[in-house]
């Protein structure tokens, strides 16, 4: 089994900035692509960022250009900063890695952190 914690989340006014973290741990695991998906009340679950061990990331097009996604693989965290928020990034933020354990990738799944955005 491999726990994500997520931190970060928090209330900040439009135009202003926010980290998010993530740790994975367990036993005997290898995180491969680590990401941030976020949920609104009423929509489904949508991709924010990825980025592979390699270092290769994908953003959707809502967020290009004000968030960055990084990882480091050593500490098995990823991060996500958001710059020149907006009150449509408001959303519960899902930490997510898809993680080789006992020989077979599976899907993990943080719990949420709340990122509130003021106009």
């Known amino acids: 089994q491999v726990q994500l914690v997520e931190s970060g989340g928090g209330l900040v006014q439009a135009g202003g900035s926010l980290i998010l973290s993530c740790a994975a741990s367990?036993?005997?695991?290898?995180?491969?692509?680590m990401g941030w998906y976020r949920q609104t009340p009423g929509k489904q679950r949508e991709l924010v960022a990825t980025i592979e061990r390699d270092i290769t990331t994908n953003y959707a097009g809502a967020v290009k250009g004000r968030f960055t996604i990084s990882r480091d693989n050593a500490k098995n965290t990823v991060y996500l900063q958001m710059n020149s928020l907006k009150p449509e990034d408001m959303a519960l933020y899902y930490c997510?890695?898809?993680?080789?354990?006992?020989?077979?990738?599976?899907?993990?799944w943080g719990q949420g952190t709340q990122v509130t955005v003021s106009s």
């Open positions: 997510y890695t898809l993680a080789l354990v006992s020989a077979t990738y599976r899907d993990y």
């Open positions: 367990g036993r005997n695991f290898r995180t491969g692509t």
